[in-house]
Nanobody
Framework: QVQLVESGGGLVQAGGSLRLSCAASGRTFSSYVMGWFRQAPGKEREFVAAISWTAGTTYYPDSVKGRFTISRDNVAKTVYVQMNSLKPEDTAVYYC?????????????????????WGQGTQVTVSS
């Protein structure tokens, strides 16, 4: 089991920044890639970013590329996503997830079924 705890959400004005954190514990040696997803009310869960623990390879969809940056601290077993130039459409619950598989492709890690552990989520609200 891998336990994930997100933090750092909150209310911010459009154009502002937030940094989310995800602390991993438990059998973290079984985790290969960490991802962030978000889900707005009435919408499907959407991929935000992912990073591999070992090589630090990152994955981003076009919707956040250039605005969001994912990073990790291997010692602290924590993954971060720095979110800049936030827009009202970024409002959602943000979830951290862990994948134990090493397929190495964006198309794989951008899909929520590729992850087997999830955090409880943290709310991000961007006001206009």
């Amino acid at each position: 089991q891998v336990q994930l705890v997100e933090s750092g959400g909150g209310l911010v004005q459009a154009g502002g920044s937030l940094r989310l954190s995800c602390a991993a514990s438990g059998r973290t040696f079984s985790s290969y890639v960490m991802g962030w997803f978000r889900q707005a009310p009435g919408k499907e869960r959407e991929f935000v970013a992912a990073i591999s623990w070992t090589a630090g390879t990152t994955y981003y969809p076009d919707s956040v590329k250039g605005r969001f940056t994912i990073s990790r601290d291997n010692v602290a077993k924590t993954v971060y996503v720095q979110m800049n130039s936030l827009k009202p459409e970024d409002t959602a619950v943000y979830y951290c997830a862990s994948s134990q598989w090493s397929s190495g492709s964006f198309s794989y890690y951008s899909r929520s079924p590729s992850y087997n552990y999830w955090g409880q989520g943290t709310q991000v609200t961007v006001s206009s």
